[in-house]
């Protein structure tokens, strides 16, 4: 027999039939904590825990404590019933350790926040009974499985309920590390698997099969039609997109050829918050493979999900950012109240500046929520779930129902479910209740839910079915089945997990809180962060260009005010040395010596930054972000004698720095005199020969050449440095740069306030650019562009009536790229400008010897 059977084979003799929940080790102080001896039961412990909970949350002293005592009483029931005390008590470990580190966690995500018990034992903070949220939503008796076998409890992974924990971002690793600890050689990250979508093979078989452009392959791409923001399968596309459907004719080899690919293997990753744990060690149970160090699952993650618990720790940003504000402030973020309209709400009636607001920032949320303006913690839920595709459909219905309070009723038997999303049934958690009201159990409508939301088409019939005969039973109108069916099949594209939109909005809350009444806390907390962000430099252009509506400025940096990240100076920030770019970490411990003592002239500074071990290009850029702009205005000119000197050896220096005085501590100058006049060096030998003059001329040229080129524009260099280095400019504005007499440029604040149809004359940064053919045929370039202020859009397009794209091309226009400084010319419509011609700025600056190359 081979070596591979007999491996097989034993393994298969070994394969669990289910999930082992890994042995939970409860701590004597944990023990200690709920007044509890450390040789009961796990459940038992668990129910301690609750208590707890009840107590220190004080629901033991509220009216309705009978309810809560109640749904506890029976979440803890079923979760013994089905075997999932120690998966929650696997949970509550990983979140404990988080609280007694201190290390910030979310309100909870998923369907988690549905549980009362989570709430109780801090795995979540949200009140599911005050929110009206279920915990069969989370666990359905009818859908968990277990098996017992030889006494040991296996659970079907495929349907554990999944708990999802948000952590701040900059602690992800100690969380991941204390499990790695505790469950040692038993958990491994998550092997991903990426397939080709459909539009990937139309474009690349279109391109290869039927040799067609990149362009006519991106146009064909965008025929395939998506419902709910999900990109249709190509077989369907073809029946619903009648020209996607003539090119497939049209190009049925490359159409045949794409369905073949459709959604095979393309590439593996590793996901990216997943971490799987196992009872037994990982070898004995599946392959392994290692990336980055990281021990990753053979597996994906469905079939990790058959033999390991999954976890999704995800290290959230914001939470990074609500922590430093709360210790800056020395406040408890359970001291806000999340009700108070004066705080909070009364923010969204004119919302103007909505960067750090969780979730509210996106661009389609904002736009929800500016038309809701929502008043209570409810109604900024109801914002998050209607900013999704499918629900966006009915914005207008709920709008007109949050401002006049009338809506559209389904019937009348299900206006009070319905009611408070204005007759919408936006969350997953009415129909549910719909349900309910009919004569369903709990368990039973949310398998109502899930059926029909998971489309599974041969089990439809039968809750149909189901439906009819239950109104029946209950004597209740025909109607009434009929619309509890319409309201289930319908939204199932686009109701929501009220569960995950109550937290995420208590989230969004509670930034909107920090913001508006500590502002200035609020943004160094999140400049600190932006060396997190994938851009970082982008992140701090989008604080400064809000900073100003609340009177804050964001001051240059200075060598003698800045600390290393940024801090308070008055009422406004200065800006943190660590977050220029180019200082590396490596560089870090440099510029902190650098920053040492006082020195009295540039000569010190360049040598001391020598002696410190800061690079002469980590010296240029300090240099041209400004943080010397106290020695002198010309940056460029600075940057050369900072070059110069860097050229000279150590008894040139020592000399120079002699003759400082003489020569106003201009080394050009002095250098100049030392040739001219063949002055001598302490030692009475000539200080600076022909030959080594040569030397330095040689070196020197190509650092005057960079001087002379962006000596020319001064303003405009200064701007160019700020934003390259620090992501936003201080010094001046783009539009007074390149203002010139009765010229008026305009920038994004005036595009804000133009009246429709205005001509004007723009200018802005290029942040993006789409080129493409609409489906009409036409040809387009959008263009993002961005100032200090904000952003907005314009467009040059053709059409039947003109050709104005061409002509810029015919004209030797190109098609602008990424941080082009652009000026055009255009007409204000509602959003955007409709540009009539357009001009990419030719002026250069240069940084080091590598641009001029």
């Known amino acids: 027999?081979?070596?591979?059977?007999?491996?097989?084979?034993?393994?298969?003799?070994?394969?669990?039939?289910?999930?082992?929940?890994?042995?939970?080790?409860?701590?004597?102080?944990?023990?200690?904590?709920?007044?509890?001896?450390?040789?009961?039961?796990?459940?038992?412990?668990?129910?301690?825990?609750?208590?707890?909970?009840?107590?220190?949350?004080?629901?033991?002293?509220?009216?309705?404590?009978?309810?809560?005592?109640?749904?506890?009483?029976?979440?803890?029931?079923?979760?013994?019933?089905?075997?999932?005390?120690?998966?929650?008590?696997?949970?509550?470990?990983?979140?404990?350790?988080?609280?007694?580190?201190?290390?910030?966690?979310?309100?909870?995500?998923?369907?988690?926040?549905?549980?009362?018990?989570?709430?109780?034992?801090?795995?979540?903070?949200?009140?599911?009974?005050?929110?009206?949220?279920?915990?069969?939503?989370?666990?359905?008796?009818?859908?968990?499985?277990?098996?017992?076998?030889?006494?040991?409890?296996?659970?079907?992974?495929?349907?554990?309920?999944?708990?999802?924990?948000?952590?701040?971002?900059?602690?992800?690793?100690?969380?991941?590390?204390?499990?790695e600890k505790k469950y040692e050689s038993k958990t491994c990250k998550i092997l991903t698997l990426n397939t080709l979508s459909g539009k990937l093979c139309i474009k690349e078989c279109g391109k290869i099969v039927s040799e067609m452009s990149e362009q006519d392959v991106n146009l064909v791409s965008s025929y395939i039609p998506k419902i709910y923001g999900n990109v249709l399968p190509l077989e369907q596309a073809y029946e619903e997109s009648e020209k996607f459907k003539e090119w497939a004719d049209e190009y049925s080899e490359a159409f045949s050829v794409s369905k073949k690919l459709e959604g095979l293997n393309k590439n593996t990753g590793v996901h990216p918050s997943g971490i799987a744990i196992s009872f037994y060690e990982l070898e004995e149970v599946m392959p392994l493979t290692e990336s980055e160090g990281n021990i990753i699952s053979g597996y994906d993650m469905n079939w990790v999900a058959e033999l390991m618990v999954k976890f999704d720790i995800l290290g959230l940003r914001t939470l990074s950012v609500v922590d430093r504000v709360c210790q800056k402030l020395n406040l408890d973020i359970d001291d806000i109240d999340l009700s108070s309209y004066d705080k909070i709400y009364k923010h969204f009636d004119q919302l103007e500046s909505q960067h750090g607001l969780f979730q509210i920032e996106a661009p389609t949320v904002y736009k929800v929520c500016k038309k809701i303006q929502p008043q209570t913690l409810e109604q900024l839920s109801d914002v998050i779930a209607i900013g999704r595709p499918g629900a966006l459909d009915f914005l207008d219905d709920y709008s007109k129902y949050r401002h006049s309070g009338d809506f559209q009723s389904v019937h009348s038997f299900f206006d009070d479910i319905l009611g408070y999303t204005g007759g919408i049934p936006l969350y997953q958690e009415q129909l549910m209740k719909m349900a309910v009201k009919v004569g369903f159990s709990l368990d039973e409508s949310e398998q109502l839910r899930r059926i029909v939301g998971k489309k599974k088409v041969k089990e439809m019939p039968k809750w149909k079915s189901k439906i009819e005969q239950k109104v029946i039973e209950k004597n209740l109108p025909h109607e009434v089945g009929d619309v509890l069916w319409k309201v289930a099949e319908d939204s199932a594209n686009y109701s929501f997990n009220k569960s995950h939109s109550i937290s995420y909005a208590t989230l969004g809350a509670i930034t909107t809180y920090l913001k508006f009444n500590h502002p200035q806390e609020f943004f160094i907390s999140l400049l600190e962060m932006a060396k997190s962000e994938p851009a970082p430099h982008e992140e701090i252009r989008k604080i400064s260009q809000e900073l100003h509506k609340f009177s804050i400025n964001l001051l240059s940096p200075d060598l003698v005010k800045s600390r290393m990240d940024f801090s308070k100076e008055n009422q406004d920030i200065r800006f943190g040395l660590n977050s220029i770019k180019g200082i590396s970490e490596k560089s870090l411990q440099a510029l902190e010596s650098f920053m040492q003592g006082q020195r009295k002239n540039k000569y010190e500074i360049f040598l001391s930054a020598k002696q410190a071990g800061l690079n002469i290009g980590i010296l240029s850029a300090l240099i041209q972000a400004g943080t010397l702009n106290g020695y002198t205005k010309n940056r460029s000119r600075l940057v050369l004698e900072a070059q110069v000197f860097n050229l000279l050896t150590d008894r040139e220096k020592r000399n120079v720095i002699a003759l400082g005085e003489k020569y106003n501590y201009d080394v050009l100058k002095t250098i100049s005199s030392v040739i001219k006049d063949k002055l001598v060096g302490d030692d009475n030998k000539i200080l600076i020969n022909e030959k080594r003059f040569s030397t330095i001329k040689k070196k020197y040229s190509p650092y005057k050449e960079i001087y002379e080129k962006n000596d020319r524009y001064q303003q405009f260099a200064n701007w160019f440095y700020e934003n390259r280095l620090l992501g936003y400019s201080y010094s001046s504005e783009l539009k007074n740069v390149f203002n010139t007499k009765g010229s008026d440029l305009l920038g994004s604040k005036e595009f804000k306030k133009l009246t429709l149809n205005h001509m004007g004359r723009f200018i802005g940064v290029i942040g993006d650019v789409v080129k493409r053919t609409s489906a009409n045929g036409n040809k387009y370039i959008k263009i993002s562009v961005f100032d200090e202020h904000g952003c907005f859009d314009g467009m040059l397009s053709d059409n039947r009536m003109y050709t104005k794209l061409q002509d810029y091309y015919d004209q030797g226009g190109k098609t602008p790229v990424k941080d082009n400084i652009v000026l055009f010319y255009g007409k204000k419509a509602e959003d955007i400008i409709f540009i009539e011609n357009m001009s990419i700025v030719d002026k250069n600056i240069y940084m080091k010897l590598s641009d001029i190359k």
């Open 1 to 179: 027999m081979s070596d591979f059977l007999q491996d097989f084979q034993a393994y298969e003799k070994f394969c669990p039939p289910g999930v082992r929940l890994p042995e939970i080790k409860i701590e004597k102080v944990q023990y200690d904590y709920v007044g509890s001896k450390s040789n009961v039961t796990n459940f038992e412990f668990l129910k301690k825990l609750c208590w707890k909970g009840i107590q220190e949350k004080g629901i033991d002293k509220l009216e309705n404590k009978q309810d809560y005592y109640n749904r506890a009483k029976e979440e803890l029931n079923i979760l013994e019933e089905l075997g999932f005390v120690d998966y929650i008590l696997l949970n509550w470990d990983i979140l404990n350790f988080c609280h007694q580190e201190g290390i910030r966690t979310g309100a909870g995500r998923g369907s988690a926040a549905g549980s009362l018990v989570l709430y109780l034992i801090n795995v979540t903070k949200i009140d599911s009974l005050k929110y009206g949220l279920y915990f069969e939503r989370f666990v359905s008796k009818s859908r968990a499985k277990k098996t017992i076998e030889d006494g040991v409890t296996y659970l079907d992974g495929g349907l554990l309920a999944d708990i999802d924990n948000d952590i701040s971002y900059e602690h992800r690793q100690s969380v991941i590390e204390y499990i």
